[in-house]
């Protein structure tokens, strides 16, 4: 059995890292519930561009765009798919890196395309590199702190590329946070646009304008509102990431400072046994020492 001075250390050091995990513990959970007020004030605005989208449509339901562009002739090795894979710039999040990679892995190499990977977050990118999965070099951005500006920089380059037929569809790869318990890794296809995926969001009569006028033509006016609806989209997909991750983060560090708890119980136990032990010794010998004395 340790001494008491060894137990007493350990005891000690446990207690440090303790600190440790309850002061990023109140970090992540600051941060959570700033990113969700972050994303509750701006969600109305996209919502309403998928409404306007949505009621171009449905004013104009045969127009076209870039955007709905399918290219069905190209299949196989000939179709370049593009994935958004968003990560954290840092672990200790229990598995909620792995499960975006994993996904990410598993898409990228099962569907028979070539495919361009643009990755969001250090754990991402460096395990891709890791694995000798080639990452677009020049596409570095930080999970850390999402704003609106940022989803529009990356919406502006996938959409580029989608507009110069550098590549043919756009998956977005994130961790949805359904609630503070449950969080789900998902895969959402971007680009092109499908026409039935774009519905109304608000029935409220504020947002029906039955007899609106879209100059110069509808296209025009749909083609330029198209951008923004996808940076909404994205935005909500980086902070919907990033409310994961700390959410995971602070599960991680509650069990973690649980665990210390319990293993300072049981030390303290053993601390108890191993200071009675050399109390009891002590008596021992004392009381020895007196008999052999008289």
Do not use: W
Not at 42 to 47: C, G, L
Not at 59 to 85: C, H, M, N, T
Not at 124 to 129: D, S, T
Not at 201 to 210: G, L
């Amino acid at each position: 059995m340790a001494n008491a001075r060894e137990i007493q250390g350990r005891m000690k050091s446990i207690k440090d890292t303790m600190k440790i995990t309850n002061a990023m513990y109140m970090v992540s959970s600051s941060k959570l519930q700033k990113a969700r007020k972050d994303l509750k004030k701006t969600k109305p605005y996209f919502q309403m561009i998928q409404d306007c989208l949505a009621k171009m449509l449905e004013v104009s339901p045969e127009v076209g765009s870039a955007y709905f562009d399918e290219r069905e002739k190209k299949q196989g090795d000939d179709r370049i798919i593009a994935y958004l894979v968003i990560t954290a710039d840092k672990g200790l999040a229990g598995s909620y890196n792995h499960n975006v990679i994993k996904l990410a892995y598993d898409s990228a190499r099962g569907d028979g395309s070539n495919n361009m990977l643009f990755v969001i977050g250090q754990v991402g990118r460096h395990y891709f590199e890791k694995k000798d999965i080639p990452v677009d070099i020049d596409f570095k951005y930080t999970a850390q702190s999402p704003t609106v500006n940022r989803a529009r920089h990356i919406g502006d380059k996938l959409l580029s590329l989608f507009l110069e037929k550098k590549i043919d569809e756009v998956h977005v790869i994130y961790t949805k946070m359904v609630n503070s318990m449950t969080v789900e890794t998902v895969e959402k296809k971007l680009l092109p646009l499908r026409k039935e995926k774009i519905t109304v969001k608000h029935s409220d009569s504020q947002y029906e304008y039955n007899d609106a006028e879209f100059l110069p033509d509808v296209k025009t006016a749909f083609d330029n509102i198209v951008p923004n609806y996808l940076a909404g989209f994205i935005y909500g997909a980086l902070v919907e990431s990033y409310c994961s991750e700390h959410n995971a983060r602070m599960m991680a560090m509650q069990n973690a400072s649980d665990s210390a708890l319990s293993m300072i119980k049981d030390l303290s136990v053993q601390f108890n046994r191993a200071r009675q032990a050399a109390i009891t010794q002590e008596i021992s010998e004392v009381c020895g020492g007196a008999r052999h004395t008289d």
